[in-house]
């Protein structure tokens, strides 16, 4: 079973800071791309920032400047390091991740279960 797991979310006051992770975990051979996104009280899920295995990154333009994704290929696990939060950013983030369970195997994508950021003014 492939199982990604966010931590890192909590309450933190405006221009605050956080930084949340996502560990994937299971039978996985290659993750090709992971990627944040985040749903906002009534609206609809939005990408935040996506890395692909050779490093590239690309951001939504709302957050460019504030945050940086990064990962750690050998722990298969995913950070992104949020700065100046505003209350807006308020939100459930998820972990996504197209990866390969073996050297044969399709590319699928997996979602973790969300973490809540709460940002005060």
């Known amino acids: 079973q492939v199982q990604l797991v966010e931590s890192g979310g909590g309450l933190v006051e405006a221009g605050g800071s956080l930084r949340l992770s996502c560990a994937a975990s299971g039978s996985i051979f290659n993750i090709n791309a992971m990627s944040w996104h985040r749903q906002r009280a009534g609206k609809q899920r939005e990408s935040v920032a996506t890395?692909?295995?050779?490093?590239?990154?690309v951001y939504q333009d709302s957050m460019k400047g504030r945050c940086t994704i990064s990962k750690d290929t050998a722990k298969n696990t995913m950070y992104l390091q949020m700065n100046n939060l505003k209350p807006e950013d308020t939100a459930v983030y998820y972990c996504f991740a197209l990866l390969q369970q073996s050297p044969d195997g399709d590319y699928r994508g997996y979602w973790g279960q969300g973490t809540q950021v709460t940002v005060s003014t």
């Open positions: 890395i692909t295995s050779v490093g590239n990154t």
